[in-house]
């Protein structure tokens, strides 16, 4: 026992030593293993973007396999979209900010006072000139032209009698059985007679005018709009809001304002009484309202905005344009006819000017200096070295340069190749 002596300080040196080197050599294995698993997971979806579709690299893709790989890629042909340069009759236009307003308004009054005892319309009707409104309580303006009427037989009576006696009187002069006196007085009789008769005639007429304004009509055609009074109330023609208004909407103006500069251009076209076509849209621009006319302008430009004010006339029939509208107009001054148009989208400018780019035969594109003119919708009117039919490039022109080399695809993207293919078949 006293040949192998062991000391306690001995024992606690070796044994822990031994279990700490096993123990770093386990760590050190669990941290490779972990690091292998993280490398592949990183290699296998770095591989599964690779192949995922319309990813961004420099490889060629297949043909139909989407154009953003070649659209990135160095020294591939860039792809665009191109339209063909036409002749086109551009119409040489105006636009501008009107408001709508009506032909003619009207607030229908009521001429004598009474009872309001009916209401002959609904509110919103379109009504015709003449047509009836309202009735008011006519009772009384009866009654009144009853009077009239017979204060004019009675003195219309008196006036023959009168007559008759003149006459009996002039064949006693002729027989010389009469003074004179008593015949001129006979006759101013009559003429006094006569003023009286004409008098109750006038207030006949009056009486039955007042009965006439009983019935309240329109004073013109157009749209009613909402009642201003019940029935039963006492109306008269004092009333600030009368009984309606009525606004004529067929036809309906536009008035809107212009500048100066085209006041000659107007003015010539209507002193030769030729018709001014005017548009009005809705405030976007996106839809067209009604087509009318253009009916006269202003007889002064106005100093402060160096405008003219123009006023133009559509039949809305319809009933798409209403008072106090706002809407945006364009006022077609002239036209061009049979003019080298291109898409506005085409025209560019640097500085150079304006420009357009033009694919060549052999797929390259080449700049042409251009003049722009008037625009008619999506399409300018162009002057420079261009021809009917030269291929203009309208969409992908940021990533052009001279004699750069293009692709030509769809302007529409549904109609590009492949974009109608299932999304699972490019991943496959």
């Known amino acids: 026992m006293n040949e192998h002596p062991q000391t306690p300080g001995t024992l606690r040196t070796q044994a822990p030593g031994g279990r700490s080197r096993r123990r770093q050599s386990g760590r050190a294995w669990i941290w490779w293993l972990t690091l292998s698993l993280c490398v592949a997971a990183g290699v296998a979806v770095w591989q599964w973007k690779l192949r995922a579709p319309g990813a961004e690299v420099g490889a060629a893709a297949p043909k139909g396999g989407g154009s953003g790989v070649r659209r990135f890629a160095g020294g591939m042909a860039q792809p665009v979209s191109v339209e063909q340069a036409r002749r086109l009759d551009i119409r040489v236009s105006v636009s501008a900010i009107g408001s709508i307003a009506a032909y003619n308004t009207a607030v229908v009054h009521a001429q004598v006072t009474g009872v309001l005892q009916r209401l002959v319309f609904r509110e919103g009707q379109q009504v015709k000139a003449g047509q009836l409104l309202a009735q008011i309580d006519p009772r009384s ?214 420009y357009v780019y033009v694919v060549n035969a052999d797929r390259s594109v080449n700049t042409r200096v251009i003049k722009p003119g008037p625009t008619d919708g999506p399409w300018m009117a162009v002057e420079g070295r261009l021809q009917p039919g030269d291929q203009v490039v309208v969409d992908g022109v940021d990533r052009l340069r001279e004699g750069a080399k293009v692709e030509v695809i769809a302007a529409d993207p549904s109609q590009r190749t492949g974009a109608s293919a299932p999304p699972g078949g490019a991943r496959r």
Do not use: C, M
């Open 141 to 354: 303006f009866q009654a009144s032209l009853g009077q009239a009427q017979g204060a004019l037989a009675r003195d219309r009576a008196q006036l023959e009698n009168a007559r008759l006696d003149l006459a009996r009187y002039q064949d006693l002069i002729a027989k010389d059985a009469l003074a004179r006196q008593q015949l001129d007085t006979q006759r101013a009789l009559v003429h006094q007679l006569e003023g009286t008769v004409k008098a109750d005639q006038a207030a006949v007429d009056s009486a039955q005018l007042q009965l006439s304004y009983t019935r309240v009509t329109a004073p013109i055609a157009g749209r009613v709009g909402l009642k201003q009074v019940d029935l039963g109330n006492v109306v008269q023609p004092s009333d600030a809001n009368g009984i309606v208004s009525i606004t004529q909407t067929r036809p309906i103006a536009l008035v809107f304002a212009v500048p100066s500069a085209h006041v000659p251009a107007i003015s010539a076209r209507l002193r030769k009484d030729e018709r001014l076509p005017v548009e009005a849209w809705d405030r976007t621009g996106a839809t067209r309202l009604a087509v009318g006319r253009v009916a006269t302008i202003d007889n002064a430009i106005d100093p402060a905005t160096d405008t003219i004010k123009v006023k133009a006339v559509f039949p809305n029939e319809d009933d798409a344009l209403y008072p106090n509208q706002a809407v945006s107009v364009r006022l077609q001054l002239d036209t061009l006819k049979d003019a080298l148009a291109v898409p506005q989208a085409a025209v560019l400018r640097g500085s150079q000017g304006f």
